[in-house]
């Protein structure tokens, strides 16, 4: 009887998880599936080549967009992962207990902080002083979300680093910042790598922040001191606006960010799993 | 206590390896003539971890050209003393050292660490190849202390690998993983590694421990080789390691320095008598 009621209890257990486990995956293949019903299926070359068109107007595409997207990334990059990444080579090879205490505390908070008050700071810092939206407030804004995921991936894949290692470089008269250059860092470069990427596929998603920073433009942005589109702005402004062929391309422009976001992630993956044979 | 009270243990020429072109024999006859000269001397040595003393008031000497062992139970502080003596232990936060080490005369507490640890080797007790090419790896030393010229560093990394009797193992693929090499093998690149830059000592913390009775046997044979070039000091938890390679024995016990003397004389007649019930067993 009681093995009765324990084989029971584990048949409903086992259940229960897999049915939830289900209900995860499923999730992203329904939000993929609809995408791509919705988006992807209308998708056309036009979108990856042409200037939005008026309203009213049949095709277009979002290609500002798209390369709005690529430079506020691009300056994100060099914004958050210098700094993300110096720090954490700071917390993991030099920092003292008490220090790196507060620090990874501040930038855990600093990863709670919602997006929208990181884009009210680059609004503070760039677009009030200077008067005008502009390409580099949102890439600020894109940056300083990027600092405490790349700070704490850096610090965790440099740790992941054996002690063996740095000991073997040291004695042999290394010094530590050249131990740390030349065995440590090399050894956790795979994870270096996809530490931005994966940093780099959420921030690329980010709306909120940009919407008073990059703000938006229907046209290709004149430089870096201007306005410009990005995909995850499009999408809002468009699937928020009353016309049905605009939904259509912000369902296209979901898919294909998405697609992006995916991509990065798989490629991230590979170079972990590829380079992955250190630890030890 | 004196170490000339006995005669120096000599290898049997039959252990000397293939390979090796050295006139063994002339070099061991003209030590004999000549006496031991003290290579590392400490003199009342106490360290500690934190308020932890692990090693109380050592005082001893490291022969030139000699293999030293020293031996005793886990946590006894032989680890902990060889790692003095090329400041390893710096790399521990709240350790602190107390007394004096000199190599050849001098202070090393006063000299720079990176030279230090260049004169003085150090092998450890897992092999920690680094996740280079085996080219790379024993290229790594004299990298970056800028000894030897780009020109000169294929052949000084055939030397080591030869020195470490490797070279015919992996001459093919010096340029595959490190990773690729078998337990035995790493270590032995690691002692290469170590010969690179030309240490005048070397320090084995427990080179076989992690290694099969074969490449154990292997790593052995090296140590009789090297120590013509090369004073070597070495810790183990295996005693018959010790009476096979050692010239010299050391036996710890509590962080203190219970007997060091030659080799036969701590395993045939040592004078304390924890010595004696750690060397029969009875403890340890």
Same mark, same amino acid.
């Given at each position: 009887m009681l093995s009765f009621r324990r084989k029971a209890m584990n048949a409903v257990m086992l259940s229960l998880t897999g049915v939830c486990t289900l209900v995860a995956v499923g999730v992203l293949l329904f939000i993929l599936g609809y995408l791509f019903i919705h988006g992807g299926i209308s998708l056309t070359w036009d979108f990856f080549t042409q200037l939005p068109k008026p309203v009213g107007e049949p095709g277009g595409g979002m290609a500002n967009a798209l390369l709005g997207s690529a430079k506020l990334l691009m300056i994100a990059m060099l914004i958050g992962v210098p700094i993300g990444f110096l720090g954490g080579v700071y917390l993991a090879e030099f920092g003292g207990s008490s220090f790196s205490f507060v620090v990874r505390y501040t930038t855990d908070l600093l990863n709670g902080v919602p997006s929208i008050v990181i884009g009210i700071f680059a609004y503070t810092l760039l677009v009030l002083p200077q008067k005008h939206f502009s390409t580099l407030s949102g890439g600020l804004a894109l940056g300083v979300m990027m600092i405490p995921i790349a700070i704490r991936s850096s610090e965790d894949f440099l740790r992941a680093v054996p002690l063996s290692l740095r000991e073997g470089s040291m004695a042999l008269g290394a010094s530590k910042a050249r131990s740390i250059l030349t065995v440590v860092i090399p050894a956790a470069k795979s994870g270096l790598i996809t530490g931005i990427m994966l940093n780099l596929a959420r921030v690329a998603g980010e709306t909120a922040p940009l919407l008073f920073t990059s703000f938006s433009n229907r !046209?290709?942005? @004149? %430089?870096?001191e201007q306005p410009t589109a990005a995909l995850p702005v499009m999408i809002y402004t468009y699937a928020i606006s009353p016309y049905a062929d605009w939904h259509q391309q912000a369902w296209s422009a979901g898919f294909v960010l998405l697609m992006l976001v995916l991509a990065i992630n798989i490629t991230a993956r590979a170079i972990l799993s590829k380079g992955g044979h250190v630890a030890r | 206590m004196s170490p000339m009270q006995a005669p120096i243990p000599q290898p049997k020429p039959e252990e000397t390896m293939k390979g !090796? #072109?050295?006139p063994r024999e002339s070099i061991n006859e003209s030590k004999k003539v000549l006496a031991v000269t003290p290579k590392l001397c400490a003199t009342n040595l106490n360290f500690y971890y934190g308020s932890f003393q692990? /090693?109380? %008031?050592i005082s001893m000497q490291v022969y030139e050209n000699r293999v030293t062992a020293f031996i005793g139970p886990?946590?006894? %502080?032989k680890s902990t003393f060889l790692r003095t003596l090329n400041r390893?232990?710096? #790399?521990? =936060?709240s350790s602190r050292v107390e007394g004096e080490v000199q190599l050849d005369g001098e202070d090393i507490f006063k000299l720079e660490v990176s030279a230090l640890r260049r004169r003085v080797g150090m092998v450890f007790q897992r092999p920690n190849p680094f996740p280079k090419s085996i080219f790379d790896n024993i290229a790594y030393g004299p990298r970056i202390n800028g000894s030897i010229g780009a020109s000169g560093i294929k052949d000084h990394v055939e030397q080591s690998l030869r020195r470490a009797a490797l070279w015919d193992e992996v001459k093919d693929k010096l340029?595959?993983?490190?990773? %690729? /090499?078998s337990g035995g093998q790493q270590q032995r690149l690691c002692i290469a590694r170590a010969l690179a830059v030309n240490p005048e000592v070397l320090l084995l913390?427990?080179?076989?421990?992690?290694?099969?009775p074969i490449a154990t046997a292997k790593i052995e044979d090296l140590i009789f080789q090297l120590k013509d070039s090369c004073t070597i000091v070495i810790v183990t938890h295996n005693m018959q390691q010790a009476a096979r390679v050692a010239d010299y024995t050391g036996f710890f016990l509590m962080g203190k320095l219970v007997e060091f003397d030659n080799t036969t004389v701590i395993f045939?007649? @040592?004078? =304390?008598k924890e010595t004696e019930d750690y060397i029969t067993g009875r403890f340890g």
């Amino acid at each position: 009887m009681l093995s009765f009621r324990r084989k029971a209890m584990n048949a409903v257990m086992l259940s229960l998880t897999g049915v939830c486990t289900l209900v995860a995956v499923g999730v992203l293949l329904f939000i993929l599936g609809y995408l791509f019903i919705h988006g992807g299926i209308s998708l056309t070359w036009d979108f990856f080549t042409q200037l939005p068109k008026p309203v009213g107007e049949p095709g277009g595409g979002m290609a500002n967009a798209l390369l709005g997207s690529a430079k506020l990334l691009m300056i994100a990059m060099l914004i958050g992962v210098p700094i993300g990444f110096l720090g954490g080579v700071y917390l993991a090879e030099f920092g003292g207990s008490s220090f790196s205490f507060v620090v990874r505390y501040t930038t855990d908070l600093l990863n709670g902080v919602p997006s929208i008050v990181i884009g009210i700071f680059a609004y503070t810092l760039l677009v009030l002083p200077q008067k005008h939206f502009s390409t580099l407030s949102g890439g600020l804004a894109l940056g300083v979300m990027m600092i405490p995921i790349a700070i704490r991936s850096s610090e965790d894949f440099l740790r992941a680093v054996p002690l063996s290692l740095r000991e073997g470089s040291m004695a042999l008269g290394a010094s530590k910042a050249r131990s740390i250059l030349t065995v440590v860092i090399p050894a956790a470069k795979s994870g270096l790598i996809t530490g931005i990427m994966l940093n780099l596929a959420r921030v690329a998603g980010e709306t909120a922040p940009l919407l008073f920073t990059s703000f938006s433009n229907r !046209f290709w942005s @004149p %430089g870096w001191e201007q306005p410009t589109a990005a995909l995850p702005v499009m999408i809002y402004t468009y699937a928020i606006s009353p016309y049905a062929d605009w939904h259509q391309q912000a369902w296209s422009a979901g898919f294909v960010l998405l697609m992006l976001v995916l991509a990065i992630n798989i490629t991230a993956r590979a170079i972990l799993s590829k380079g992955g044979h250190v630890a030890r | 206590m004196s170490p000339m009270q006995a005669p120096i243990p000599q290898p049997k020429p039959e252990e000397t390896m293939k390979g !090796f #072109t050295l006139p063994r024999e002339s070099i061991n006859e003209s030590k004999k003539v000549l006496a031991v000269t003290p290579k590392l001397c400490a003199t009342n040595l106490n360290f500690y971890y934190g308020s932890f003393q692990a /090693l109380h %008031g050592i005082s001893m000497q490291v022969y030139e050209n000699r293999v030293t062992a020293f031996i005793g139970p886990s946590g006894c %502080g032989k680890s902990t003393f060889l790692r003095t003596l090329n400041r390893m232990y710096e #790399t521990i =936060r709240s350790s602190r050292v107390e007394g004096e080490v000199q190599l050849d005369g001098e202070d090393i507490f006063k000299l720079e660490v990176s030279a230090l640890r260049r004169r003085v080797g150090m092998v450890f007790q897992r092999p920690n190849p680094f996740p280079k090419s085996i080219f790379d790896n024993i290229a790594y030393g004299p990298r970056i202390n800028g000894s030897i010229g780009a020109s000169g560093i294929k052949d000084h990394v055939e030397q080591s690998l030869r020195r470490a009797a490797l070279w015919d193992e992996v001459k093919d693929k010096l340029h595959a993983s490190a990773y %690729g /090499l078998s337990g035995g093998q790493q270590q032995r690149l690691c002692i290469a590694r170590a010969l690179a830059v030309n240490p005048e000592v070397l320090l084995l913390d427990e080179p076989c421990s992690a290694l099969d009775p074969i490449a154990t046997a292997k790593i052995e044979d090296l140590i009789f080789q090297l120590k013509d070039s090369c004073t070597i000091v070495i810790v183990t938890h295996n005693m018959q390691q010790a009476a096979r390679v050692a010239d010299y024995t050391g036996f710890f016990l509590m962080g203190k320095l219970v007997e060091f003397d030659n080799t036969t004389v701590i395993f045939k007649n @040592p004078a =304390r008598k924890e010595t004696e019930d750690y060397i029969t067993g009875r403890f340890g």
